[in-house]
């Protein structure tokens, strides 16, 4: 089935601690995101890429970092800078910046 | 970051009962999407809009995208249990010279059986 892939579903991260999130998708679609989702509150945009070896912050950038060295592929660390990093974050992909975007599934990071 | 404003942020109805929500901007867009998100999934798309006044419908859904481009409205009609979830719009247009996609904050819906 095509589609997008994140992996893992639940995530724990000590402090001061780097994590990295996976999301793969298999679509063959040129621009990638990703989003961070608060309790009771819309999505907001971390990165995105709308080709591969390129990416751009988005709104709330600071304390994360991607790449983006495979078409199907776009990671997110979650570093130790990233004060209040407890989160469901979204991936997402679309065919190119103007077409809808799909999302994965969604990783939900805590901290221990 | 900008955000949409989506009204209602919740709502609690009948089995039955048709549902509207709305969401406006102060920004026009040239693209709007409405999402269904269940609990520990992501959004799912349910509708896009692509031309300013398109009316579209998915089944029993049906989407607006308003004339002055800033805003839109999705209606349920005949609702069901599992329409249960939150409903995000999502606008998509030009912002600070990026194309951008803006999410509203979600209604909820809880359906009574």
């Known amino acids: 089935d095509g589609g997008i892939t994140q992996s893992p579903k639940y995530l724990f991260r000590k402090e001061g601690q780097n994590v990295t999130l996976s999301c793969e998708q298999n679509?063959?679609?040129?621009?990638m995101y990703w989003y961070r989702q608060d309790p009771g509150q819309g999505l907001r945009l971390i990165y995105y890429?709308?080709?591969?070896?390129?990416?751009q912050k988005g709104d709330i950038a600071e304390g994360y970092s991607v790449s983006r060295e495979k078409k199907e592929s776009f990671p997110l660390t979650v570093t130790s800078a990233q004060k209040n990093p407890t989160a469901f974050y979204l991936c997402?992909?679309?065919?190119?910046?103007?077409?809808?975007?799909?999302f994965g599934d969604g990783t939900r990071l805590s901290i221990l | 970051g900008q955000q949409l404003n989506q009204s209602p942020q919740s709502m609690f109805i009948q089995e039955g009962e048709d549902v509207s929500m709305n969401c406006t901007s102060s920004s026009i867009f040239n693209t709007w999407l409405w999402y269904k998100q269940e609990p520990g999934e992501g959004p799912v798309l349910l509708i896009a809009l692509y031309k300013a006044g398109e009316l579209t419908s998915n089944g029993r859904l049906t989407a607006q995208f308003g004339i002055t481009r800033k805003d839109s409205f999705l209606n349920i009609s005949a609702s069901i249990p599992s329409d249960v979830g939150i409903y995000f719009c999502a606008g998509q247009g030009t912002i600070q010279g990026a194309q951008k996609l803006v999410f509203g904050q979600g209604t909820r819906l809880t359906i009574n059986p």
């Open positions: 997402a992909s679309s065919m190119g910046s103007l077409q809808p975007q799909h």
């Open positions: 679509l063959n679609h040129d621009a």
């Open positions: 890429s709308q080709i591969v070896n390129d990416f």
